[in-house]
Antibody
Framework: EVQLVESGGGLVQPGGSLRLSCAASGFTFSSYAMHWVRQAPGKGLEYVSAISSNGGSTYYANSVKGRFTISRDNSKNTLYLQMGSLRAEDMAVYYC?????????????WGQGTMVTVSS | DIQMTQSPSSLSASVGDRVTITCRAS??????LNWYQQKPGKAPKLLIYAASSLQSGVPSRFSGSGSGTDFTLTISSLQPEDFATYYCQQSYSTPRAFGPGTKVDIK
């Protein structure tokens, strides 16, 4: 079964750090670009970060640039999001997602999401 | 960056109704437009990719159309399980922005 499972969310104080992980299974992880998409409580979807299949190219939304780092370990089939200098506005459910070229670069697989709460 | 808008932001409909949601891009995105359905507490689900291609396993009552800047998602006969929020997303260029969403609820 094709699956993405996020972990690492939790409660963190403003200014703190957190690392999210996303374990992939059921497909050749190293063949796919991957994304992080977040959703603040009661809000819409926000495209946060992306990484190419070999990790050589990355993208960050302006809202997280300089504070977040996306990376991947293809030997471990795992995607990461290192988050620093966290702010109240970073509080959201963070989804790991797979992008597929053959589907017009649509996101065809999503994880269940992990909640990040930023509060003192 | 390409901006995405959707209309309406919400709508009320009855089971069996035909429902149409519109998505507009701030510049041409060819056919690189995708539609997702999200239910409360769940991850989004891909319905339509490349503007009009039905994702595997998605019921045929869902259809998409459009190209360039204007796109439409149509549900031909609304079913109880279709009450959800629908998002469009452009996959033409980075950042691959989402629209603000359209919430479909029960009339």
């Amino acid at each position: 079964e094709v699956q993405l499972v996020e972990s690492g969310g939790g409660l963190v104080q403003p200014g703190g750090s957190l690392r999210l992980s996303c374990a992939a299974s059921g497909f050749t992880f190293s063949s796919y670009a991957m994304h992080w998409v977040r959703q603040a409580p009661g809000k819409g979807l926000e495209y946060v970060s992306a990484i190419s299949s070999n990790g050589g190219s990355t993208y960050y939304a302006n809202s997280v640039k300089g504070r977040f780092t996306i990376s991947r370990d293809n030997s471990k089939n795992t995607l990461y999001l290192q988050m620093g200098s966290l702010r109240a506005e970073d509080m959201a459910v963070y989804y790991c997602a797979r992008r597929w070229e053959l589907l017009g670069y649509a996101i065809d697989i999503w994880g269940q999401g992990t909640m990040v709460t930023v509060s003192s | 960056d390409i901006q995405m808008t959707q209309s309406p932001s919400s709508l009320s409909a009855s089971v069996g109704d035909r429902v149409t949601i519109t998505c507009r891009a701030s510049q041409s995105i060819s056919s690189y437009l995708n539609w997702y359905q999200q239910k409360p507490g769940k991850a989004p689900k891909l319905l339509i990719y490349a503007a009009s291609s039905l994702q595997s396993g998605v019921p045929s009552r869902f259809s998409g159309s459009g190209s360039g800047t204007d796109f439409t998602l149509t549900i031909s006969s609304l079913q109880p399980e279709d009450f959800a929020t629908y998002y469009c997303q452009q996959s033409y260029s980075t950042p691959r922005a989402f629209g603000p969403g359209t919430k479909v609820d029960i009339k």
